[in-house]
Each structure stands twice: as structure tokens, then as C-alpha cells.
């Protein structure tokens, strides 16, 4: 039996458990007339008993599939001749996926012989095997849970409060997972990263003006060593979100002050949909349109005033990016606006001021930490962006300030160590993980500078 199909069973006899526990409920009372009698509404008895039904199952379900495959290797291993138990692990792996394959009926590496077809067998057997064991056992907890839950109803039963405990410990369970899945993103990143620093310096990989992460893939082979002076990569990054912020925040900025203060109700109902869609658009399509359009029109420009304009620039990039988080700025800062009390605004107007006047001495005021956090939030989603800059900014690490230049960013060049045969140890492969610590390291310092700024000037109002 499939797991959907196991999950389906599961959640049905869960339904089937709520509306027997509620009955029941009811029925010990003399019925929905007497409901007062009970400690806790009907439905609560009902969510006591199918949370009884499907927890247990669903935790048997989890752990089951966490160690199936595992406990099937295993015996897969040691059903195996003696002279192939002794391989290295590398060998192991390699034949265990050649018999996962032909159990499969997939192609494997190598020639198919006897050992190699039984053990697809053997494999086959168990894996049928340890499925109907998981549905008859979890079919079976799901039955006795319900049935352990339906017996225990009583009129004084805290139904309420159990089923509110269970819940709060499910929100306790996701959030936990969230911070742990945060904790252990960064180890990932900062282990690896240490494994760089010990190939090369971090003096030399902060301050070096050079970048070249191009090693020799073996010892004998002749190649270069690498340079890996990260300064070019950290200018291009700024660069570029500096070209897109003084795109993005200025029109956002007085998009989000039309659009709450200004225009009418039909102007905003028209506007604010089509500035959602603009911000669903995958970044993919603003490549597309820096490398096809704004790249060449700004090449052509620059032309025609007598600049020197690489046919991928930092300039174009920077600037379909701004158009990009447009929308960002836009809706937070018209969040903000919105947020600020009528009775601000109103009193304002009540005492003269005209609506620029209310705007820039009253509103823009209150809501300013709400927006500077906003623009920090789109700092960051300007350094992390990829495709944009890949399609219209280019590879090349120049060290420069000019924006007709061809720059590249910090992400990008994440992208490109991650990608060929290059050995997972190497220092150049070892190189992304550092980059991409010090891209965490930077985003957090913004995210903490905006949120010091929205609680230091964040106002109490009534």
C-alpha cells in the first residue's frame, strides 16, 4: 500500500472517529438538548477522539519511514557472499543503488548475475513486506486509539482543554522545526566554511583584490593554484543593489504615497493588482527582459553619448533589479501608511495643513521605521538575487565602480563554484560556502539594523 493511500485511510477513520466521539458525547447527556451538562462543547469531544485516532498512527507512520530503508539496506547487506561485505563503503553504495535499480526496473551500471538478482528479490519481498506491516500496524493504532479516546468520554471530561493542549504542542513542534531548520542551515554553511578558511586565509579572502577560484582538479596535473580575493565580488554586489535601490525606493516610496493617499478608490482597486502581478513574475523573465532589451537600449545610449558601454553592465542589471522590487517597497511602504491612525491624519487636516503638509510633517513621520525596515528587507532581496545579474551583468570579477562595466555579484558566483567535476573538497568548490556565509552574515546585520530602527523610533499610539 502507498503512503497517500495509508494517509488517506488514516484521515478517513480520523472523520469517522470525530463524528462517533461527538455523538457520543451527546448521547451520554440525553442529547443536544442537555449539551450544558458537558464541560466542553460537542465538538471537542470529537477533535479528543480523532487526535487520539491519527497521532499515534501518523508517529508510527514517520518513524517506520525514517528507518524502513535503513533496516531493508541492512538486510540487504548481510544477505550478501562474504567477499562482498568486506567492500568499502563507496563499493557498498554503488551496489546497493545497482539493486534498488533492478528492483526497480531501472538500468543498472555493470553486467546483471545471480547475487545482483536475488538480492533485487530479497529487496522486493522485504519492501512488500514492511508495507503491509506499516498499514496493518498503523490501520491497527489508528482503530485502538479511537476506540481508547471513544471509551474514555464522560460528561466531565476536559475535552477543551486537551484538545487546546495537543494543539499547542503541535505550534510548539512547527516553530521548533523552523528554528532548528535555521540552526542547522548556518552549521552547514559554517563548517564548510571553516574547511575554506584553513586553505586559505581569511585576510587574503576579505581583502584580496583578485578573484580566480580556478584550481588543478588532481595533484599531478599542472593548473592554477586560485585566487581568492573576494573585494571584486563584494563591489560588484553593491554596485548593482545600490543602482537598484535608487531605482526601487524613490518610485516605490511615492507609488505607495499616491496610492494611499491620493488616488481614488477605482485608480487603487486598478493599480495595486497590477503592481501583485508585477511582483509575481518570476525573476527568470526579468533576465530575459535586461539581457534582450534593456542591455542593448542602454549600450546604444551610452553610445551616443560617447561612453564606452560593456554589452553586459552592472547598469543594466541594476536597473531592471529596481524595477524588480518595485513592488516591494511599494507594499510595505503603503502598509506603513495605511497603518498610521486616521485621527493623525484627520487632526492635521482639521488644523489647515494640506495633504503634502500631512504627508511629509505627520504620516510620512509615524510611518518612517516601518518603511526604512521595509527598504532594509529589500536591500536584502537585492544582494540575493541570481538570474538577473547571470542574464545582463555577467560572470567577469572586475574591481570597479563603473557601471558600464561588467560586474558580477557574490550569488552568482556561488552558482558557478557549485557547478562541474570539480571535488567536493576542493577550495574552490569549499569557496561558495564561504561566500555564502558572509552573504548571511551581511543580511543579518541588515535585518538587525532595521529592526533597531523600527523599535528605537517605532511610535505607541492609542
Excluded at 214 to 230: E, H, K, L, P, Y
Excluded at 290 to 318: H, K, N
Aim: some cysteine.
Amino acid at each position: 500500500m502507498q503512503n497517500t493511500t495509508l494517509l488517506l485511510i488514516l484521515v478517513a477513520i480520523a472523520f469517522a472517529a470525530f463524528y462517533v466521539g461527538r455523538g457520543r458525547s451527546v448521547a451520554l447527556v440525553g442529547g443536544p438538548r442537555h449539551g450544558t451538562r458537558l464541560h466542553s462543547l460537542p465538538g471537542y469531544y470529537g477533535y479528543f477522539t480523532a487526535i487520539w485516532c491519527l497521532l499515534p498512527a501518523l508517529a508510527v507512520l514517520l518513524l517506520w519511514m525514517l528507518a524502513e530503508p535503513r533496516v531493508i539496506v541492512a538486510l540487504i547487506i548481510k544477505g550478501l557472499p562474504e567477499a562482498q561485505q568486506v567492500l568499502s563503503a563507496g563499493e557498498i553504495n554503488l551496489l546497493v543503488n545497482n539493486i534498488q535499480n533492478l528492483a526497480a526496473g531501472d538500468a543498472i551500471s555493470g553486467d546483471v548475475d545471480s547475487v545482483l538478482s536475488d538480492a533485487a528479490l530479497r529487496f522486493q519481498e522485504y519492501s512488500v513486506l514492511s508495507r503491509r506491516i506499516l498499514a496493518a500496524l498503523t490501520i491497527g493504532l489508528a482503530v485502538l486509539g479511537g476506540t481508547i479516546a471513544w471509551r474514555r468520554i464522560r460528561p466531565e471530561l476536559r475535552a477543551r482543554n486537551r484538545v487546546e493542549h495537543v494543539i499547542l504542542m503541535l505550534l510548539i513542534a512547527a516553530s521548533s522545526i523552523a528554528i532548528f531548520t535555521t540552526i542547522g542551515i548556518v552549521l552547514s554553511v559554517l563548517f564548510e566554511a571553516i574547511r575554506f578558511f584553513q586553505k586559505v586565509p581569511l585576510t587574503e579572502f576579505l581583502f584580496g583584490l583578485n578573484w580566480s577560484p580556478q584550481t588543478a582538479i588532481r595533484a599531478d596535473q599542472v593548473g592554477s593554484s586560485g585566487s581568492f580575493g573576494a573585494v571584486p565580488l563584494f563591489t560588484g554586489t553593491m554596485l548593482i543593489t545600490a543602482i537598484a535601490m535608487l531605482v526601487a525606493v524613490p518610485v516605490g516610496m511615492m507609488t505607495a504615497i499616491y496610492l494611499a493617499e491620493y488616488s481614488s478608490r477605482r485608480v487603487r482597486s486598478i493599480a495595486k493588482p497590477l503592481l501583485e502581478v508585477l511582483a509575481g513574475i518570476p525573476t527568470v523573465v526579468y533576465g530575459f527582459f535586461a539581457a534582450l532589451t534593456v542591455a542593448p537600449y542602454v549600450r546604444r545610449a551610452g553610445e551616443s553619448l560617447g561612453l564606452e558601454v560593456a554589452s553586459e553592465s552592472a547598469l543594466a542589471a541594476g536597473l531592471v533589479m529596481g524595477i524588480m522590487i518595485i513592488p516591494l517597497v511599494s507594499s510595505l511602504s503603503d502598509d506603513e501608511i495605511n497603518a498610521v491612525p486616521s485621527a493623525m491624519r484627520d487632526g492635521a487636516l482639521g488644523l489647515g495643513s494640506t495633504r503634502s503638509e500631512t504627508m511629509t510633517k505627520v504620516i510620512l513621520p509615524a510611518a518612517l521605521p516601518g518603511i526604512v525596515g521595509g527598504i532594509l528587507l529589500a536591500v536584502s532581496r537585492a544582494i540575493g538575487e541570481t538570474m538577473i545579474v547571470v542574464m545582463a551583468a555577467g560572470l567577469a570579477a572586475n574591481l570597479t565602480a563603473n557601471p558600464f562595466e561588467a560586474v558580477t555579484t557574490v550569488t552568482v558566483q556561488i552558482v558557478t563554484l557549485l557547478v562541474g567535476d570539480q571535488e567536493f573538497d576542493s577550495a574552490k568548490t569549499l569557496a561558495a560556502f564561504a561566500l555564502g556565509l558572509m552573504l548571511f552574515v551581511v543580511t543579518l546585520i541588515l535585518n538587525v539594523i532595521g529592526l533597531h530602527v523600527v523599535r528605537k523610533y517605532r511610535e505607541q499610539y492609542d
